[in-house]
């Protein structure tokens, strides 16, 4: 009897208090207590495995930065396909105020393919539409002796890679130093202000020879949109003048192009006229007397 006892169904008063006070509670057992609890341990299991494996996925991105003597380092500025590259050249023929050509087009990413491009096709304009110039100007006036001058494609290229590197180092560096003395002025960095130097530059290729003054606005005015948000933290006095100089520079560049690769030819290329000797009437008697005589 005891063993039949201990098998019968018993009433706990607390439980039976519990029903009492809650009747829409549902029961559950310990079956149903251990299923949700199982669960949640293979649900966690899970969610480790997956951060386990973004943690993988996130080491194996973050690889070591490569020296800066290294190919790869260098790979990664060159790294834009077609439509960014026409976006930022369209940027930089084309700015207007109010909008930054750093935070619109570059969007912390900056190349130096188109730049280095840039540069390189305008000194190659330079120098051909140089020597074009003075083609022209030996059919108009035949007198003019033309020989091919090689050295320009030379001076071109010194000085529009050398405009484009240390004009926005020596802007860089001054930028940089104004910001440890007003910490509120804001900066970029080095790659981008080539970036910027660089995209202005393409307005002079198809207006070199027509349109300088229009391309000089047009290039100037992006520059100065670009170094506006930058530089306007800074006391109007500096600003004023830091931007008079990148316009300034920039002028000189365009100016300085223009009278030495579009110049007239230096006298010693011009051919001489041929000289007329007038001969008095004396000179003709003396020389025809001899004749006279021996007749």
């Known amino acids: 009897m005891a063993a039949a006892d201990e098998l019968a169904f018993h009433e706990f008063e607390e439980a039976t208090n519990l029903l009492a006070e809650t009747p829409d509670a549902a029961t559950t057992s310990r079956s149903d207590q251990l299923t949700p609890q199982g669960h949640v341990a293979v649900g966690l299991g ?59 087009h570059l969007r912390n990413r900056p190349d130096l393919y188109g730049p280095f491009w840039i540069c390189a096709t305008l000194a ?9 110039t003075l083609v022209l100007a030996q059919r108009k006036d035949p007198s003019i002796h033309y020989s091919p001058q090689f050295h320009k494609v030379t001076v071109a290229g ?21 910001k440890g003395v007003r910490e509120r002025m804001g900066l970029y960095t080095f790659l981008e202000t080539v970036c910027v130097y660089g995209y202005s530059l393409f307005i002079f290729i198809p207006t070199v020879w027509l349109f300088g003054a229009l ?21 109007r006095l500096v600003a004023a003048v830091l931007l008079s100089a990148v316009v300034l520079l920039h002028a000189l560049l365009a100016v300085g192009c223009k009278f030495y690769f579009f110049q007239p030819l230096p006298p010693e290329h011009i051919a001489p006229p041929p000289q007329v000797i007038s001969l008095s009437p004396n000179t003709l008697l003396a020389s025809t007397s ?6």
Not at 48 to 74: A, N
Not at 162 to 177: D, E
Not at 216 to 234: C, I, K, M, N, Q
Request: hydrophobic letters at 45%; charged letters at 20%; aromatic letters at 14%.
């Open 290 to 295: 001899p004749r006279t005589m021996v007749t």
């Open 158 to 178: 010194i000085t529009i890679y050398c405009y484009a590197w240390l004009v926005p180092l020596a802007l860089w560096g001054f930028l940089r130093w104004r």
């Open 215 to 235: 391309a000089l606005a047009l290039s100037a005015s992006g520059l100065v949109f670009t170094l506006w948000p930058v530089v306007r933290e800074d006391t």
């Open 124 to 132: 190659f304009v330079l120098a051909v539409t140089g020597n074009l």
């Open 46 to 104: 899970a969610e480790d495995e997956v951060e386990e494996s973004d943690k993988t996925l996130l080491l194996q991105e973050e690889k070591q930065q490569p020296g800066f003597w290294t190919f790869d380092y260098y790979q990664s500025f060159f790294d834009v396909d077609t439509s960014q590259v026409l976006d930022r050249i369209k940027g930089s023929m084309l700015p207007r105020p109010g909008h930054n050509f750093v935070r619109h």
